[in-house]
């Protein structure tokens, strides 16, 4: 507005701040102790920036300000003051101010509070996480000669800093038991233990570490420290805890991604965007497209079975998915933005609903897969057959359906629509186009113009067709269909993703195979019953043939044709019989063929934007925000493409040059995970809230080192387990007066000695399953069911499994959010609802009395005793002591053993070699302090 006249200032000063200050600026004020709804009302420029609900006044508009709608309590949800209404004379002069054009006197505005509460740009300058690592110089040290490589030279620098003298070497036995659970989470046989002993030569510690890593166990080790950050299980959780199909897959891609080092970078493209790669990543052997099986990732979180708010279920679903991505890869809690921007961080709230707007983009599915291309090379031939068969149908005539719906969401007559598309073999890429022959229907072949039908090569090949993503108008969705054997149809509801168990609580948005079975006839179905209560949410369709029968879909349409079902009669001109030898042939060719293979995916789906949520209520929306990434990693500049999601730009600028966090937070945790504590000890969180580096300097150079080499994940590893930093002792330098350390490194932070740590719970039921003899060595397959003690019920309850899990390695186990290993849970392994980088590591009663009574201990220990039998009597505690300890028993502890063996000999009346007593004695090694610690 122009400069407001001395009269419309007066009117402001006399009617309008007296009420704005007496009313409303307790709440909507810089003086206010919190700011109600983000808005400040004391300032012009505050009231036209708005607050949540977007601006409060449209000057010269009072019908269209938000204020003059709240003063007049015409919004039942917004009513302002909430304690009482305004004078009438006070809501007239409000609206005439408004109407005046919001009249306010030049002043000097006082301190924004909200700038004080959230300036990005400041708090992306003042924290060390935002800025680019920093090429460094290795530092000069006194002690020359410790350093074996420049970890250890950044190490001894901070410790020299402080007055601090590393620790000594630990013995070779130590050594090779602490890497060898490091890197394989299994103990060191004693023949691999004495191998290292009799290699004198300082190359010897490079063979252990080259050994560990090609050894299979590797992948499997560093997949569960994975897992835990994509929260991986293999049940939905809540009430029912229904399975989560083909979920290993994923965790069988882990095992083989670091068995096979998979650069990092490659690693997290392959996570955000692997369906998107343009060469993606096929192993030879099993032809399983492994960048696509990385996406399968975004399925692993819990799901409600029945949600009475499906757009609210959705909304709490991406915003776990973003916080395990951004925790996960960024080491930032991106989802503390989602009702406001970050309290402390330089995140704003739009930056959540940008990379909402990602996922909002894509779908999850079950994709299938075609190892070697053997499908394809079969529809190939097929494809060759049924042309040639529908030659015979050019003298036919012309053969249509009747008229379809003027109501149609999707006629395919001329051709599939627009956002339309097929996946896997089943159905065609396009409608037929004319009278067409379907090989796999050997009832019904004659196919009318405008059709698309899974059938039409043969009755077993599997695939889906999917609607783009619409907003529903209309309370019913009508079909008219032909269908036959193992089909559906469904409506995916704000990206509600039904399996047939929801039935039960969700209602009807499935159709099923008996209710699309039409027996030849095209008839109008109703998919999704009544869907009164979702008219105007976001809606797809999507139809599946899982390969035992046909679909056969003309129209999609919100009202039904006049014709509710007919048949298909042949042309008289036309003998079906000849069709047959085409069937036959096609038949044998399709019998022959594999089925696809299904994993969990993401794939794109119809790209759109987020909006703000505000206050996170998916029922207040604000300005719509674009797809980037985050604005304090200039994210603005990301491209997104309008026809796709934006993944993989997203992915690839996570792993572009001088990304201040990528690198970073990948080598911190490989840090975290061979020395006990990262760098930064606050592993998930490098923000304010977080802990501040010990090592920055050390941080940055690991950090492009890991780059710069390749982005190998074996190679850091191999970095810092040969670093004579690792190879400390726990016990400090003897010159390290107990003062010194107290005043310079009380919790061990530079690492003035190796810390002591406790074994994963999953390492230490492996080690009882190796040093029993009990352990399977295969690497991968499908799960085995947790074995269910008496106390583990409830609704969902799954198949019991064997008490030793059939030898499987712990991470094989099958993971049922309602039903998890209490062995496990007892030595600390997280529950999977959200990203845990750092375990929590308790020292508790439970933990003992776990290991004196579990009957998977107790049964293992008699097992280990067993097999000792078969060493000389002599030789047997020692045997055992080198399987469990990684060394030889110390005199002491010897005749404390035979002492054991002979009260328990006596107290059996046994002689020294019955089972039991060997069994006891197993029993106690286990559960020694020693037995699931490292030192």
């Not at 499908?375 to 042309?387: D, M, R």
Request: proline share 6%; with cysteine; glycine share 8%.
């Amino acid at each position: 507005m122009g400069q407001p006249s001395d009269a419309e200032l007066e009117f402001f000063e006399r009617e309008v701040r007296p009420v704005l200050a007496n009313s409303c600026y307790e709440c909507h004020s810089v003086e206010a102790k919190k700011v109600k709804a983000g808005l400040w009302l004391d300032s012009r420029a505050a009231i036209l920036e708005g607050g949540d609900n977007g601006p409060a006044i449209v000057p010269g508009d009072p019908e269209a300000s938000l204020l003059i709608e709240t003063i007049r309590y015409q919004n039942v949800e917004l009513e302002m003051p909430p304690k009482s209404k305004l004078a009438d004379n006070q809501i007239a002069a409000l609206e005439k101010w408004v109407e005046m054009g919001a009249p306010w006197p030049e002043e000097e505005v006082k301190v924004d509070a909200r700038k004080k509460a959230f300036d990005l740009e400041a708090r992306r300058a003042e924290h060390w996480c935002w800025q680019p690592p920093v090429h460094r110089a290795t530092p000069e040290v006194q002690q020359t000669d410790w350093p074996l490589n420049p970890v250890d030279s950044f190490i001894l620098a901070k410790l020299e800093e402080g007055g601090l003298k590393p620790a000594p070497d630990t013995d070779r036995r130590s050594w090779i038991r602490r890497v060898t659970f490091d890197l394989i989470g299994l103990p060191p046989s004693p023949e691999e233990v004495k191998d290292f002993l009799t290699d004198e030569d300082e190359g010897a510690f490079e063979r252990v570490v080259e050994r560990l890593l090609a050894s299979p166990h590797y992948g499997e080790k560093w997949a569960r420290h994975w897992m835990d950050l994509m929260r991986y299980g293999e049940g939905y959780g809540h009430e029912f805890d229904y399975s989560i199909p083909h979920a290993w897959r994923y965790r069988d891609y882990l095992i083989q991604a670091f068995n096979e080092d998979v650069p990092y970078d490659q690693f997290l493209i392959e996570h955000v965007a692997g369906d998107q790669i343009e060469k993606p990543r096929v192993d030879p052997e099993s032809g399983i497209n492994q960048s696509l099986v990385a996406t399968g990732s975004w399925w692993l979180g819990e799901s409600v079975h029945a949600p009475t708010d499906v757009r609210g279920d959705e909304v709490l679903r991406m915003d776990n998915q973003i916080d395990v991505f951004s925790k996960s890869f960024l080491g930032l809690t991106v989802s503390c933005a989602r009702c406001h921007d970050h309290k402390f961080d330089a995140i704003s709230t739009a930056d959540f609903y940008a990379l909402a707007g990602f996922l909002q983009s894509s779908r999850r599915t079950e994709a299938l897969m075609d190892p070697h291309g053997k499908i394809a090379a079969g529809v190939a031939q097929l494809e060759q057959i049924q042309s040639e068969a529908s030659h015979l149908l050019e003298d036919a005539g012309i053969f249509d359906l009747p008229p379809g719906s003027p109501d149609a969401i999707a006629n395919f007559d001329g051709g599939l629509p627009a956002g339309w598309s097929t996946e896997g073999f089943a159905f065609p890429s396009a409608p037929t186009s004319s009278i067409a022959v379907a090989l796999g229907d050997a009832e019904n072949p004659i196919v009318p113009r405008g059709v698309v039908h899974s059938g039409l090569l043969a009755d077993r090949l599997s695939g889906y067709l999917r609607s783009p993503t619409f907003t529903l108008t209309e309370p019913e969705i009508h079909l008219r269909v032909a269908g036959k054997g193992n089909v559906s149809a469904r409506v995916v509801i704000d990206g509600y993703y039904m399996h047939s168990f929801h039935q039960l609580l969700f209602g009807g948005t499935i159709l099923q195979s008996s209710a699309l079975d039409t027996g030849g006839k095209y008839e109008w179905k109703t998919l999704g019953g009544d869907l009164r209560k979702y008219v105007g949410h976001q809606v797809y369709l999507e139809f599946e043939d899982k390969g035992e029968g046909y679909l056969a879909i003309d129209e999609v349409s919100y009202g039904r044709a006049e014709h509710s079902s007919f048949n298909l009669l042949v042309p008289d001109r036309f003998d079906a019989s000849s069709l047959q030898p085409y069937q036959k042939k096609a038949a044998a060719i399709a019998e022959g063929l594999p089925n696809a293979v299904r994993t969990l995916a993401l794939v794109d789906g119809t790209p759109e934007n987020d909006y703000v949520h505000i206050r996170g209520s998916h029922r207040s929306l604000g300005d719509e925000v674009t797809r980037r990434g985050l604005s304090a990693l200039d994210g603005e500049e990301l491209s997104v493409p309008s026809d796709a999601s934006g993944r993989l730009q997203l992915a690839k600028s996570l792993v572009s040059g001088g990304h201040p966090l990528t690198a970073r937070v990948y080598v911190n945790r490989l840090w975290h995970y061979l020395f006990g504590v990262g760098i930064v000890p606050s592993v998930d969180d490098f923000g304010v809230m977080g802990q501040e580096p010990s090592h920055l300097e050390l941080l940055d150079w690991l950090a492009l080192d890991f780059a710069e080499k390749g982005w190998s994940t074996k190679e850091m590893i191999r970095q810092l387990v040969l670093s004579r930093t690792y190879r400390q002792s726990c016990v400090a330098d003897p010159a390290n007066s107990p003062s010194l350390i107290e005043q310079v490194d009380p919790s061990n932070i530079l690492l003035h000695k190796a810390r002591v740590r406790r074994l994963p719970a999953e390492s230490i039921r492996d080690s009882i399953l190796s040093v029993s003899g009990t352990l399977n060595p295969k690497v991968g397959g499908g799960s085995v069911p947790v074995y269910l003690t008496s106390f583990m019920e409830g609704r969902g309850m799954p198949q019991s499994g064997p008490l030793d899990g059939g030898g499987r390695r712990s991470l094989y186990l099958a993971i049922k959010r309602n039903f998890l290993s209490p062995f496990e849970a007892a030595f600390d392994r997280p529950i999977p609802f959200t990203s845990i980088g750092r375990r929590s590591v308790s020292n508790v009663p439970a933990q003992s009395l776990t290991l004196m009574n579990d009957p998977f201990v107790i049964q293992e220990a008699a097992r280990w005793g067993k097999q000792l039998l078969e060493v000389s009597g002599e030789d047997r505690i020692a045997r055992a002591f080198e399987q469990a300890f990684a060394r030889p028993p110390l005199e002491v502890e010897v005749e404390v053993f035979r002492e054991f063996l002979t009260t328990q000999q006596e107290s059996y009346q046994c002689g020294p070699d019955d089972e039991r007593l060997w069994a006891d004695f197993c029993h106690l090694l286990i559960n020694k302090k020693e037995f699931i610690y490292l030192k």
